[in-house]
């Protein structure tokens, strides 16, 4: 079905994101807020952005997408309605999966590979698990695989949806029953991870709320901690 606003898509801003090695989407959301209503963006990225959808969605995009080759997508964003991003530089998640840009630098057939890979895992509309579950045994998994970057990741983005504490202390419970006391006493310990847990429950017994906590997390915890960070400086 036709989008109200297609015939004026090629109006819109281009912005060719295909040669940034960074993290883009936090200047790319700041542009896209200031957008006027029915009005619009095209990115034009090397693989599909998938993951873009979801964040730009969270304040008020729709959008079209169109394969111009293997090595060229362009995404058209049209503002239908005016929304507050629910996470700050992030829109409907934070911590996105910003590694994905690591594959487009080995090959661009190899990023879309990985990319549809990532929405059949996590984009799916009617998932049988739901997406809190999805992200606690995420988070073990990388426990188990001693990837603690990843698991710190996991562990904010679960509890910015909903992970309470007592369900955290049962899951880190579990680690010490499956990992051992050494294991624990080692290597969690002393990790990214332990430290994010532990700050949510200091901060919980001061009174302070989910939304001041995941704002500190990310602060402490998000891209700019080398020990979370998944894109090369």
Request: hydrophobic share 40%; net charge neutral.
């Amino acid at each position: 079905m036709k989008k109200k606003w297609e015939d004026k898509k090629d109006s819109f801003k281009v912005i060719d994101v295909r040669k940034l090695t960074g993290n883009f989407l936090p200047n790319l959301l700041d542009k896209a807020q200031d957008i006027e209503l029915d009005q619009g963006i095209c990115v034009i990225q090397s693989f599909e952005p998938i993951p873009l959808y979801s964040a730009m969605a969270d304040i008020g995009f729709e959008h079209i997408t169109e394969k111009i080759s293997n090595s060229e997508y362009r995404v058209y964003f049209c503002k239908i309605k005016e929304k507050e991003a629910a996470f700050a530089n992030t829109g409907d998640m934070p911590l996105k999966p910003t590694a994905i840009l690591n594959f487009k630098k080995i090959d661009n057939t190899l990023a879309d590979i990985v990319v549809n890979f990532w929405k059949l895992t996590w984009g799916k509309e009617e998932p049988a698990i739901d997406q809190k579950t999805k992200l606690l045994l995420s988070l073990a998994n990388g426990v188990g695989a001693r990837r603690f970057r990843q698991a710190t990741r996991e562990l904010v983005k679960a509890y910015s949806i909903g992970a309470t504490v007592a369900e955290l202390d049962e899951l880190f419970s579990m680690f010490v029953w499956n990992g051992g006391v050494g294991t624990f006493a080692s290597e969690i310990g002393p990790s990214s991870l332990f430290g994010a847990y532990q700050l949510i429950k200091t901060l919980e017994n001061k009174g302070k709320t989910r939304e001041d906590i995941v704002n500190e997390l990310m602060e402490k915890f998000g891209e700019k901690n080398p020990e979370v960070n998944v894109l090369p400086k």
